[in-house]
């Protein structure tokens, strides 16, 4: 490019700045977010309903996408694109779920969810994958009852999973009674989204209470499923979902590419006996530190009896004080690495 003047150069070099910004956006999206049907009219009809399967990763991900389409209207004004639509975190939560093996049936009696098998599937026997319905048919179901979503309640129904099915609920109704308070959290979330009066700061704020307490009303429902897994594993999972907790007093604002950027600090692969954090040496120096940090929160929690996150909850009352520890957070996360946010 040496022959072009200069403001060609600055012309060109803009250029291909705002296309990789473009192209890196979708580069953002969990695994087989374009192959996942983005309305209902992609899934399959019986009597009236539509009926999705949550059991299969493309499906369970499609009501994600159904959902985050639904939404965007609402999210436009804080910036373009959807990128700051909070519900991002969900659905790339769920592809991290998928693309680290998390999904698959961890008795390994079955090939559901490995890639020399049924890849696809989602094992009803993985802990994350329970977990994970609760934060997908919740928030989709009640999405469908607060009228956004464009169908009415009684259009859409979830099929079960192959076993222990008294443990989910599969409609807006069955899921109502019972989890009456969970989907009126979600609704009430919905509903503040509809005002146009509602701040990001508001929205957050519902958001985290909805997801919070759904993984509270929900965090020792499905501990038979933590026995098929390694010790360092069920433990990581356990600290996780402890740390969800003060992560949702800190009211993260789990957008596109802040979700997409912070788990990368997340495990990459399911761990496994001997695995102990922070000298893992196919992790990276900041996924180490992570697993450490979650660990050792979890010990703190649990020795606790969770007064340190009542204390938090103390500490984190101003939104002075969340923005500082966001802050912080994001100038551990660019220490590690560079790249990120958004340069990458
Ligand atoms: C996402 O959230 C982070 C943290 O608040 C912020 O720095 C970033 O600008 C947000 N992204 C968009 C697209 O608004
Ligand atoms: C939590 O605390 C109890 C007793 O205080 C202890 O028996 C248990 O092992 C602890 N669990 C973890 C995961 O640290």
Same mark, same amino acid.
């Given at each position: 490019?040496?022959?072009?003047?200069?403001?060609?150069?600055?012309?060109?070099?803009c250029f291909s700045v705002a296309l990789a910004e473009v192209s890196s956006l979708s580069d953002l999206y969990p695994p087989l977010w374009m192959d996942s049907p983005g309305q209902?009219?992609?899934?399959?009809?019986?009597?009236?309903?539509?009926?999705?399967?949550?059991?299969?990763?493309?499906?369970?991900l499609g009501?994600y996408k159904i959902l985050l389409s639904q939404t965007a209207r609402y999210f436009e004004k804080f910036a373009p694109g959807n990128e700051q639509n909070l519900l991002w975190g969900l659905p790339l939560q769920h592809g991290?779920?998928?693309?680290?093996?998390?999904?698959?049936?961890?008795?390994?009696?079955?090939?559901?969810?490995?890639?020399?098998?049924?890849?696809?599937?989602?094992?009803?026997?993985?802990?994350?994958?329970?977990?994970?319905?609760?934060?997908?048919? &919740? @928030?989709?179901?009640?999405a %469908?009852?607060?009228?956004i979503?464009?169908?009415?309640? #009684?259009?859409?129904? /979830?099929?079960?999973?192959?076993?222990?099915?008294?443990?989910?609920?599969?409609?807006?109704?069955?899921?109502?009674?019972?989890?009456?308070?969970?989907?009126?959290?979600?609704?009430?979330?919905?509903?503040?989204l509809?005002?146009p009066?509602s701040s990001f700061?508001?929205l957050l704020?519902?958001l985290?209470?909805?997801?919070?307490?759904?993984?509270?009303?929900?965090?020792?429902?499905?501990?038979?499923?933590?026995?098929?897994?390694?010790?360092?594993?069920?433990?990581?999972?356990?600290?996780?979902?402890?740390?969800?907790?003060?992560?949702?007093?800190?009211?993260l604002p789990t957008n596109l590419t802040l979700t997409h950027d912070f788990q990368?600090? &997340? @495990?990459?692969?399911?761990? %496994?006996?001997?695995?102990?954090?922070?000298?893992?040496? #196919?992790?990276?120096? /900041?996924?180490?530190?992570?697993?450490?940090?979650?660990?050792?929160?979890?010990?703190?929690?649990?020795?606790?009896?969770?007064?340190?996150?009542?204390?938090?909850?103390?500490?984190?009352?101003?939104?002075?004080?969340?923005?500082?520890?966001?802050?912080?957070?994001?100038?551990?996360?660019?220490?590690?690495?560079?790249t990120l946010f958004g340069n990458d």
């Amino acid at each position: 490019m040496a022959f072009l003047p200069p403001w060609a150069c600055i012309l060109v070099g803009c250029f291909s700045v705002a296309l990789a910004e473009v192209s890196s956006l979708s580069d953002l999206y969990p695994p087989l977010w374009m192959d996942s049907p983005g309305q209902f009219s992609g899934y399959r009809v019986e009597n009236g309903k539509y009926i999705i399967d949550p059991w299969v990763y493309p499906e369970r991900l499609g009501m994600y996408k159904i959902l985050l389409s639904q939404t965007a209207r609402y999210f436009e004004k804080f910036a373009p694109g959807n990128e700051q639509n909070l519900l991002w975190g969900l659905p790339l939560q769920h592809g991290w779920q998928y693309s680290t093996g998390r999904l698959a049936d961890p008795s390994q009696r079955t090939d559901c969810g490995y890639e020399s098998g049924n890849h696809l599937c989602i094992s009803v026997d993985s802990w994350w994958a329970d977990m994970n319905y609760f934060l997908s048919a &919740l @928030p989709f179901l009640a999405a %469908v009852d607060s009228g956004i979503m464009g169908i009415s309640p #009684d259009q859409v129904m /979830l099929l079960p999973p192959p076993k222990i099915q008294t443990r989910f609920c599969l409609t807006v109704a069955t899921c109502q009674s019972s989890f009456p308070v969970l989907m009126r959290k979600w609704n009430a979330f919905y509903q503040h989204l509809k005002l146009p009066s509602s701040s990001f700061e508001d929205l957050l704020k519902y958001l985290w209470d909805a997801h919070a307490s759904t993984l509270e009303d929900l965090h020792k429902t499905f501990d038979d499923r933590l026995e098929y897994y390694s010790q360092p594993e069920a433990y990581f999972g356990k600290s996780w979902s402890c740390a969800v907790g003060y992560i949702a007093v800190v009211r993260l604002p789990t957008n596109l590419t802040l979700t997409h950027d912070f788990q990368k600090s &997340l @495990p990459p692969r399911m761990l %496994v006996n001997g695995d102990r954090a922070p000298v893992i040496s #196919d992790f990276t120096e /900041l996924q180490n530190a992570v697993l450490f940090g979650l660990n050792l929160l979890h010990e703190v929690d649990n020795s606790t009896g969770s007064l340190s996150l009542a204390i938090w909850k103390i500490l984190m009352r101003t939104q002075a004080a969340r923005k500082l520890v966001l802050e912080f957070l994001k100038v551990i996360l660019e220490n590690y690495n560079p790249t990120l946010f958004g340069n990458d």
